[in-house]
């Protein structure tokens, strides 16, 4: 299964609201997880099963979606936000990473 | 405190041959699948190899598949991937990771630091 999110890059402002996609080559069910990663450190889990938010994640983050097509929504970027994000299918082996989504500060 | 330590990364020739490990601690490791996931020098993501919480089924990414095996050691808590016919394109660095549960698996939820590994002559 591919996955590919959009846009491959991003520039934004602190408070902005940011949404990244991902789109499924098959239907995921809700079997969909995000990701934040930062320069140097292993991921993070922010979302699982397309829209719950892992135990300590901020509620400005979220998610949404089913099938084929996902969404993760910063409601006001922080300035530790800035980070490059992927999506993670599980639903079907090889599980696939989308090819990620830097957000840079603008 | 939940912790995966990997380890066995080096510098190795094309060709040959290395085997990573994965130490578990702070959870019931038996009790998980788990996984193997690398990232290329800034590159993205790469799930590479899954296992079963009893090691009975393996999956493996198209691009390892028949050189990478994965196995697990549920009495010493220890994941590991036995890497063979190694290419330039495997240098990368190599996350052991765990997934949520061993049936609906909905996530990777916890993830080591990752051990380095790069193929060169």
């Known amino acids: 299964i591919q996955l590919t999110q959009s846009p491959s890059s991003l520039s934004a402002s602190v408070g902005d609201r940011v949404t990244i996609t991902c789109r499924a080559s098959?239907?995921?069910?809700?079997?969909l997880a995000w990701y934040q990663q930062k320069p140097g450190k292993a991921p993070k889990l922010l979302i699982y099963a397309a829209s719950t938010l892992q135990t300590g994640v901020p509620s400005r983050f979220s998610g949404s979606g089913s099938g084929t097509d996902f969404t993760l929504t910063i409601s006001s970027l922080q300035p530790e936000d800035f980070a490059t994000y992927y999506c993670?299918?599980?639903?079907?082996?090889?599980?696939?990473f989308g090819q990620g989504t830097k957000l840079e500060i603008k | 405190e939940v912790q995966l330590l990997e380890s066995g990364g080096t510098l190795v020739q094309p060709g040959g041959s290395l085997r990573l490990s994965c130490a578990a601690s702070?959870?019931?490791?038996?009790?998980?699948?788990m996984s193997w996931v690398r990232q290329a020098p800034g590159k993205g993501l790469e799930w590479v190899s899954g296992?079963?919480?009893?090691?009975?089924?393996?999956y493996y990414a198209d691009s390892v598949k028949g050189r990478f095996i994965i196995s697990r050691d549920n009495s010493k808590n220890t994941l590991y991937l036995q890497m063979n016919s190694l290419r330039a394109e495997d240098t990368a660095k190599y996350y052991c990771a765990k997934y949520n549960s061993n049936s609906y698996l909905y996530d990777l939820d916890v993830w080591g630091q990752g051990t380095t590994v790069t193929v060169s002559s």
């Open positions: 993670l299918q599980l639903n079907t082996y090889p599980h696939t």
């Open positions: 296992i079963w919480s009893s090691g009975g089924s393996a």
């Open positions: 702070g959870f019931t490791f038996s009790n998980y699948a």
């Open positions: 098959q239907g995921l069910g809700t079997f």
